[in-house]
């Protein structure tokens, strides 16, 4: 029994002296507090993880400073190991004496009903021992392990009640009065409660200070004093009289600033929402963004209750957010319209490619054109501070050049088909003229069709219609040409006869057909002849061979006549009968 209960307060104070360690040495997150018993001496072992670096000198301290917490009855001797799990030996050793203050008597507990507190006196730092693994383990000290058996603390549970019993040896005082200095010197066990009273004060001022906040700087200061009472609250132990009124507090000031949080990330949210809208929006989803941004803001102040202190602040500010939030509705509605403007752009530019990959006619690029025009226009009306005016400008870069090539097709269509159509009406033209016997201006006319419709472009619509036009017009002209040859000769033809047939006096007269020339004597020329047979001995004989000798002139020339016109000659004398006949063979 005395085992038992030796073993039961010796794991008391190892787990006093764990929890201690956690708390002084937040930076490892396990300790493992052994403590035994070992010829009446204290002996405690402390141990880490192999993968923590922990400062030794830094750990007695902290042993230091709980065992100076203590009053033990008479001098004792402490042993304090430090040492890495799964290792054998201790890495760092230092060695602590308790004893009374001078001047105090000394007895053990059966002799006196209390004890005075008494102070530790350390070794210098020299009497620290670093143990090395080489280390001989024959000696006496490493033979025997006071530590083994002992239980394991890092899942047992805080034991707060110790039963005192006499253990024969002055180390079971020691141990006792450790753990009940501990248990009574911590937050609100002995004493007032000053955490509680600053929480229970700031619990009703913080109403009034919350409903005057204006901005959320005011309110951070609010939530700040609550916070810092609530943490306040936290150290104070189970077995305190006050615990359960600091865990009330704590529950309110926690629901007080987890309600002041809410409106302060609203209002800081809001904050960013304002920022972002200081400057143009250039794509519908940094719109959305900021529309999210502002309910985010909006949602947790309407959720505030009239009833609450923040409702005043929340009011103030919703009615501004709710202004922006609608801004920020409208400029969607705005920006979506012009998308919707930028879509349909590109489906009527679509088209007009589609129309431009099958077009032939003038009305064909007409309307290829005028569909490449509709997606230029829309695009330009894109305003500048509109989501979609980017791309638009983008597309416009593409589209124009497209529009250009259009309309100069266009433009070339409409000079072909002009083209053509004077062509067709020149050659019209031409044949009217020759219906005229004008052959001159047919054959001006039908040169002029010729060479208009030689002028049509070859990737032109009209050129395979045009090509169809060249050969029949240039067959008129080579005719035409030749009429205006048989016009011409005939005119000189005219015109050598009128010379031939006047000499003074009128010898013949002509007409001319497709059958030939035909010149007939004048009965005057034809007297002269006569007179001049008759008179052939006369004294005028000179003069009758001059006349007999101007008949067989005039015969050649008109033979000569004859031959430049192509045409067959018959001369008729004045009683019209033939004189003279001249065929094409000669």
Same mark, same amino acid.
């Given at each position: ?327 920020? $509705? #409208?400029?969607?509605?705005? +920006?979506?319209? %012009?998308?919707?403007? /930028?879509?349909? *752009? @590109? ?89 005229? $016997? #004008?052959?001159?201006?047919? +054959?001006?006319? %039908?040169?002029?069709? /010729?060479?208009? *419709? @030689? ?102 020339? /008109? ?28």
């Amino acid at each position: 029994m005395k085992v038992a209960v030796q073993q039961e307060d010796l794991q008391l104070l190892a787990k006093t002296l764990q929890e201690q360690l956690l708390v002084e040495v937040p930076s490892v997150e396990f300790f493992q507090v052994k403590c035994g018993v070992n010829k009446d001496e204290l002996m405690i072992l402390t141990q880490h993880s192999s993968d923590t670096i922990v400062d030794s000198q830094t750990i007695f301290a902290v042993l230091e400073e709980v065992l100076q917490s203590l009053a033990p009855q008479k001098e004792q001797q402490v042993q304090c190991f430090l040492r890495v799990f799964g290792e054998k030996l201790p890495y760092a050793k230092r060695f602590l004496t308790v004893q009374r203050r001078e001047g105090e008597a000394g007895g053990d507990r059966e002799d006196k009903g209390d004890s005075t507190l008494s102070s530790l006196s350390f070794p210098p730092p020299s009497s620290s021992l670093t143990f090395s693994p080489r280390i001989d383990e024959t000696e006496e000290e490493e033979l025997f392990d006071p530590f083994v058996g002992a239980p394991d603390l890092s899942a047992s549970k805080p034991v707060l009640q110790v039963k005192p019993m006499m253990l024969g040896a002055a180390v079971l005082g020691f141990v006792v009065l450790a753990a009940g200095a501990y248990f009574l010197t911590r937050p609100c066990v002995m004493s007032e409660c000053k955490q509680v009273q600053i929480a229970e004060q700031l619990k009703t001022e913080s109403q009034q200070l919350t409903r005057r906040a204006k901005s959320e700087n005011e309110l951070l200061a609010v939530q700040q004093r609550l916070q810092a009472a609530s943490v306040a609250l936290e150290p104070i132990p189970r077995w305190s009289p006050h615990y359960q009124q600091a865990e009330e507090l704590q529950a309110s000031l926690s629901g007080r600033v987890e309600k002041i949080n809410q409106v302060v990330k609203a209002l800081q949210t809001a904050s960013i929402a304002a920022q972002k809208i200081q400057t143009p929006a250039y794509s519908l989803e940094e719109l959305q963004a900021r529309q999210h941004l502002w309910r985010q803001a909006i949602a947790p102040l309407e959720a505030v209750s009239p009833n609450s202190e923040l409702y005043g602040l929340v009011q103030a500010k919703l009615l501004d957010y709710r202004v922006k939030l609608h801004t920020v $509705n #409208q400029q969607m509605l705005i +920006a979506e319209k %012009w998308l919707k403007k /930028l879509t349909a *752009a @590109k489906a009527v530019a679509k088209a007009a490619a589609n129309r431009e990959a099958t077009a032939k006619s003038l009305n064909d690029w007409q309307k290829v054109q005028s569909t490449w025009q509709v997606a230029v226009n829309a695009l330009n009306v894109i305003p500048q501070i509109s989501p979609g005016y980017q791309e638009a400008q983008k597309l416009l870069v593409e589209y124009k050049p497209k529009l250009a090539a259009a309309r100069d097709r266009t433009t070339k269509e409409q000079l072909a088909a002009k083209t053509y159509q004077q062509a067709v009406s020149t050659a019209n033209q031409a044949k009217a003229y020759e219906q005229q $016997n #004008q052959w001159q201006a047919a +054959a001006t006319y %039908w040169d002029q069709a /010729l060479q208009t *419709a @030689k002028q049509i472009s070859r990737d032109s619509f009209y050129y395979t219609q045009t090509q169809t036009l060249i050969e029949p017009y240039s067959v008129a002209l080579k005719q035409a040409q030749e009429k205006l040859q048989v016009t011409s000769n005939l005119q000189q033809t005219r015109t050598d006869l009128d010379k031939t047939c006047v000499n003074g006096i009128q010898i013949c007269t002509f007409s001319i057909d497709n059958e030939g020339i035909i010149v007939r004597l004048t009965p005057e020329y034809d007297q002269t002849i006569q007179n001049s047979s008759v008179n052939s001995y006369s004294e005028n004989l000179t003069t009758s061979v001059d006349l007999t000798n101007h008949l067989q002139t005039l015969r050649e020339a /008109l033979a000569v006549i004859s031959e430049n016109a192509n045409l067959p000659l018959f001369l008729y004398d004045a009683q019209d009968q033939i004189v003279y006949v001249r065929t094409l063979e000669g």
